[in-house]
């Protein structure tokens, strides 16, 4: 199983991204995805997670700024990020509970998000 994520870059404080995460493999389902953030010198973060169902769960930093949304039928998960903050600067890690022949879960390579004030 591989995550591969994509979509990030430098951008101005106030600026959008999106970040998409697409997971590949002998996948029989996959369960909550979701982002993670790592930012210089911090500890890795949870952004936000998304239930199969659609249920969203976001940290209080970026309520009301970030969406996150999934595709199951591509096995997809995306973060919209609207109004960025230089706060916002960090390494961007996809995260996915998925069952291959057990349930497991499995890391994408990162992606680096850079705000510029």
């Known amino acids: 199983v591989q995550l591969q994520a994509s979509g990030g870059g430098l951008v101005q404080a106030g600026g959008s991204l999106r970040l998409s995460c697409a997971a590949s493999?002998?996948?029989?389902?996959?369960?909550?995805m979701g982002w993670y953030r790592r930012a210089p010198g911090k500890q890795r973060e949870l952004v936000a997670t998304i239930t199969r169902g659609g249920n969203p769960n976001y940290a209080d930093s970026v309520e009301g700024r970030f969406t996150i949304s999934r595709d199951n039928a591509k096995n997809t998960v995306y973060l919209q990020m609207n109004s960025l903050e230089p706060e916002d600067t960090a390494v961007y890690y996809c995260?996915?509970?998925?069952?291959?022949?057990?349930?497991?879960?499995?890391w994408g390579q990162g992606t680096q998000v850079t705000v510029s004030s």
């Open positions: 493999g002998s996948i029989f389902s996959i369960n909550d």
């Open positions: 995260n996915a509970n998925i069952r291959v022949d057990f349930w497991g879960h499995y």
